[in-house]
């Protein structure tokens, strides 16, 4: 079955900046109509983060990161990025795109820490 498979996690010191991105595996051709970006931090629910349409068109983020964190898609790359600045000790989780309603099976995520 198709699934998204995100990348691009890592260590980075508070203040810095990372882009995570989802691409599509497992014989999805295409990248479903729309894309979300969640997070989930250790004993914490999933958050919704942002998401964004098959044209790039209607990017929304949620209020909590807006100030700080941008999704695109990557035509080229055939990916969807979520760009994140400023980053905070509180963004350290684990990161995953599904569709926006989250319908399809959940990937591995891409663990990101913010620490000195």
């Known amino acids: 079955q198709g699934r998204l498979v995100e990348s691009g996690g890592g260590l980075v010191q508070p203040g810095g900046s990372l882009t995570l991105s989802c691409a599509a595996s497992g014989g999805m051709i295409t990248m479903p109509y729309s894309v979300g970006w969640f997070r989930q931090a250790p004993g914490k629910e999933r958050e919704f983060l942002a998401v964004?349409?098959?044209?790039?068109?209607?990017?929304y983020v949620a209020d909590s990161v807006k100030e700080r964190f941008a999704i695109s898609r990557d035509r080229a790359r055939m990916t969807v990025d979520l760009q994140m600045s400023d980053l905070k000790p509180e963004d350290t989780a684990t990161y995953y795109c599904n569709t926006e309603s989250g319908s399809l099976p959940w990937g591995q995520g891409t663990q990101v820490t913010v620490s000195l």
């Open positions: 964004i349409t098959t044209t790039g068109g209607s990017p």
